[in-house]
T-cell receptor, first 111, second 111 residues
Framework: LAKTTQPISMDSYEGQEVNITCSHN???????ITWYQQFPSQGPRFIIQ???TKVTNEVASLFIPADRKSSTLSLPRVSLSDTAVYYC????????????FGAGTRLAVHP | SQTIHQWPATLVQPVGSPLSLECTVE??????LYWYRQAAGRGLQLLFY??????ISSEVPQNLSASRPQDRQFILSSKKLLLSDSGFYLC??????????FGPGTRLTVT
């Protein structure tokens, strides 16, 4: 089962680009990598998902190298409202049907 | 898309009292359902998951139990609450695809 490692916390300033890297050394061949965002007193919400190379949507970009042992979530030009906890999650992180969240990365965006 | 309803939104219960939290899902059928708990400032802990009616898998031995009486209904219960049961309880669903949807959560305070 894939175990993920992320920085516990990060600080940034409004307008900067933020990159959060997650390592998942023993990711399975059929695993996708999904990133979630969680605000206080809310459930996590889906941000982006990818399998390999680069995926971009209106919110973020996700970079996954060829060896798939890590992934990087890129948030362009963050604002105060991006202050949240970000979780990296292999699809089958806990085995099929079980989704296990790690501790996540607490991002604080400052004015 | 899928919508998850949870109630109540907040709950204050004395130690030793029973508990019943309900989760219902709209917009899908035969989903995998999950109960997570999040202590203040901590990550999400998977408590139970279910792949079908009457099928419950427990992740953490404790005084909580779960039931799935209908396809889109998931219930978390306790006969006697402990102080350590306080937290933010989240119901989630996941079906085939790779995105997990979360409900709004129930904040439980055991006094």
């Amino acid at each position: 089962l894939a175990k993920t490692t992320q920085p516990i916390s990060m600080d940034s300033y409004e307008g900067q680009e933020v990159n959060i890297t997650c390592s998942h050394n023993n990711i399975a061949t059929n695993d996708y990598i999904t990133w979630y965002q969680q605000f206080p007193s809310q459930g996590p919400r889906f941000i982006i998902q990818g399998y390999k190379t680069k995926v971009t949507n209106e919110v973020a970009s996700l970079f996954i190298p060829a060896d798939r042992k890590s992934s990087t979530l890129s948030l362009p030009r963050v604002s105060l409202s991006d202050t949240a906890v970000y979780y990296c999650l292999p699809t089958f992180s806990g085995g099929y049907n079980k989704l296990i969240f790690g501790a996540g990365t607490r991002l604080a965006v400052h004015p | 898309s899928q919508t998850i309803h949870q109630w109540p939104a907040t709950l204050v219960q004395p130690v030793g009292s029973p508990l019943s939290l309900e989760c219902t899902v709209e917009g899908t059928s035969n989903p995998n359902l999950y109960w997570y708990r999040q202590a203040a400032g901590r990550g999400l802990q998977l408590l139970f998951y279910s792949v079908g009616i009457g099928q419950i898998s427990s992740e953490v031995p404790q005084n909580l139990s779960a039931s799935r009486p209908q396809d889109r209904q998931f219930i978390l219960s306790s006969k006697k609450l402990l102080l350590s049961d306080s937290g933010f309880y989240l119901c989630a669903c996941h079906q085939g695809g790779y995105e997990q949807y979360f409900g709004p959560g129930t904040r439980l305070t055991v006094t």
